[in-house]
T-cell receptor, first 114, second 109 residues
Framework: KAGVTQTPRYLIKTRGQQVTLSCSPISGHRSVSWYQQTPGQGLQFLFEYFSETQRNKGNFPGRFSGRQFSNSRSEMNVSTLELGDSALYLC?????????????FGPGTRLTVL | GQSLEQPSEVTAVEGAIVQINCTYQTSGFYGLSWYQQHDGGAPTFLSYNALDGLEETGRFSSFLSRSDSYGYLLLQELQMKDSASYFCAVRGDFQKLVFGTGTRLLVSP
């Protein structure tokens, strides 16, 4: 099976712009979660989608949004970018997203905001 | 709120044994997981404990004590390739997965 893929791998934007990141989960997985990783804060949970519905949301401002399509692919969008949004954005997929499920991470999208 | 505490860095030599501790404070608890992340790589799953006790997978073992809100990852026969960051993660209320800030393990020859 192919692993989790994320596009693009690297992105440079300027303050005020918006960005859309894409994640394709492992075939058959219906849960996709997004995380922001920064050196100081570690892995911060953004949101989780399951069968096209947002099931969980972390403590991020409304500038961060996401969606999931019927084929389980997911996108996240960040509007009005700020310098502090520079981070590695990881998505992870799992079969059902429940406690016993292993999360499989993609390689991440490295976002730099100038 | 939810928080997980881990040491920021641990150093050891090849062949040694190292233990990485994790204490957590979460609302709801559905299990403690451990992930490994090499520099520039994605986190990969190592182990999961839902019940108290020790789970062993090759050179790696993970322990959980729910009454103490504590767990640890034990790495034996350390190899250079084990140099990486290790994260504990807890599934709490609403099945949210919350990660610790990570422990950087440096293995020297």
């Amino acid at each position: 099976k192919a692993g989790v893929t994320q596009t693009p791998r690297y992105l440079i934007k300027t303050r005020g712009q918006q960005v859309t990141l894409s994640c394709s989960p492992i075939s058959g997985h219906r849960s996709v979660s997004w995380y922001q990783q920064t050196p100081g804060q570690g892995l911060q949970f953004l949101f989780e989608y399951f069968s096209e519905t947002q099931r969980n949301k972390g403590n991020f401002p409304g500038r961060f949004s996401g969606r999931q399509f019927s084929n389980s692919r997911s996108e996240m969008n960040v509007s009005t970018l700020e310098l502090g949004d520079s981070a590695l954005y990881l998505c992870a997929s799992s079969n059902s997203g429940t406690s016993t499920d292993t999360q499989y991470f993609g390689p991440g999208t490295r976002l730099t905001v100038l | 709120g939810q928080s997980l505490e881990q040491p920021s860095e641990v150093t050891a030599v090849e062949g040694a044994i190292v233990q990485i501790n994790c204490t957590y404070q979460t609302s709801g608890f559905y299990g403690l997981s451990w992930y490994q992340q090499h520099d520039g790589g994605a986190p990969t799953f190592l182990s999961y404990n839902a019940l108290d006790g020790l789970e062993e997978t090759g050179r790696f073992s993970s322990f959980l004590s729910r009454s103490d809100s504590y767990g640890y990852l034990l790495l034996q026969e350390l190899q250079m390739k084990d140099s990486a960051s290790y994260f504990c993660a807890v599934r709490g209320d609403f099945q949210k997965l919350v990660f610790g800030t990570g422990t950087r393990l440096l293995v020297s020859p």
